[in-house]
């Protein structure tokens, strides 16, 4: 049965204008599956003249003193900034390797330990619910604190250097990871957990047969986030408390004005994160095929 | 109309009841809403081979009369007994397939299938190479390697029924195991469960919406009222076994299923006497 409202639905015109393709009596059919894909090249094309469109405009304002090349640096002056450091100019006693490989050796470190000991808290609050209830509070207040404001404290107990820099890493990510963890344990199914148990399994067979699968693809999924917070852990740790790695590189050319450091260690930065996102979210592909779940 | 003697006679094989349940209720405490009461006052009592099903409206409270069997809820009152021991409230001491088939989504068939064993403390790999019989006889030969997103909805239901019967208890509890299955599957699966359940001394009980299901597979039919569960009726089915697909068409069939449908409360061309079936059902539980 076709009411009438029905029917004047179907004859009013759309409001997106999309014309239609076919008509049954009164009836306009419309498509609504796009069978066209961007092409790839197209946007690529489209990006790329974007980029230089911005880096051209930012040169030619700078040369027409549009812009402070002074405070803004320029495209040029960046180019040969990076191709000293990249060509192995020392700098404040390190060189932009060394300062990339610290800062690497600290993000990874701190993402690794962070996730481990957050998951692991997480999943261990599943056999007591006390524990759960008295613990819960103090992860909520840690969760919403501010982290940075731990650096100085950080490195008054772990002193200049890596330590403090990783354990603020460690801050960042310890709390995501407890909490999609927690999520994950909270995600069981009382049912699967009653199959188990009509099986005649007790506590620990049901937390490595149902609780651990359930909730490892939670904590897979906050890995791309943690990557990201451990790079900001890593970053924040050397401008504050250590004279080493990339951070510090940026914290250095700031304060001897050298803006096209800045630039060159933001850059650097960026593909950094880029790669090591890149590198995760490829890791997480992979667990989660191995673990046969659909994302 | 038959008297408690007769139907003794006719079940009891042995002395001790394979599953014996005594005026349970079950209630269900709901935030901002009254308690439901889910099963009230319910006994059975079931003799080892026997095969009985359990009908009633949907969300008159089989599956929770299950639960309880199965020791996985605690009943507000009664008392279950399985094989001689007191049970109530401990699980493992029957084999119970719930009305989901519940396939563990991570791990492949012949892992769900074989997950009783690993539980007992046997190796992956030597599970795996248990269940293969198994996997067979529920045709699921070929998918041992498959996982649970990759089989049909009545193959699911078929590996759900393996896992069951290869948990190895002499009980058996199955909830609508045949609901996801066309009628040619579902009728050859039914002379299968019965050979089975004869090969192996099973004690099966069944519940299922589907009548002429459970008159073609039980010794005895129990129906259960509209919540609160009560047990309404025991309808004894005398049909000769093996049943075979034949014994649809006798007039035993019909009078059974008849009565099971006057009982659930549709009106038939023969009525039966609601009253005598109460009496029954006291003479049964008494
Ligand atoms: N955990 C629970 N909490 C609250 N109420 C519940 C719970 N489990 C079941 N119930 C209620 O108990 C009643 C009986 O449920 P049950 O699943 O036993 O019905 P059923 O007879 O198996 O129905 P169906 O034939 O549809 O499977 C229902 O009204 C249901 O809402
Ligand atoms: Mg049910």
Redesign the pocket.
Known sequence: MVTARQISLAKAPRGDGSVPLAQIGDVQLHRVISSKRPSRAKVLVVQVVLVAAILAGWQIAADLHLVSALFWSTPFRIWDRGAQLFGGQRLDGTTIYSALEYTIVAAISGFLIGTVIGAGVGLSLWWSKTAEAVVSPFVIVFHALPKFALAPLLVLVMGLGMKSEIALAVALTVVTSLFTAQSGVRAVDSDQVKLLQSLGANRRDIFFKIVIPTSVPWIISALRINIGLALAGAIIGEMVASNNGIGHLIFYAGSIYDVALIWVGTGVLAAVAVLMYAGVTLLEKKLMIGLHVQM | MLAEKDLTAMTCHKSVAAVEVSKVSVG?R?EGQQD?L??DDVSLRVFPGEFVSLV??????????F?VIAGLLQPQAGQVVVEGTDTTGLTGGVGYML?KDMLLPWRTIADNVGLSLELAGMKKSQARKECMPILERCGLGGFEISYPSQLSGGMRQRAALARTLLHGRQVVLL??PFGALDAQTRSSLHDWLEDLGRDLGLTIIL?T?DVEEAVRLSDRIYV?TP?P?RIRGIVPVELARPRGLACVTSPDFARAKAKVLSLLGHSVASPVHESSDREMAKAMEG
């Open positions: 269900f709901r439901l889910a099963v009633g409206p949907s969300g008159c409270g089989k599956s929770t009369l639960s009305q909830d609508e519940i919406h259960m919540r569960g």
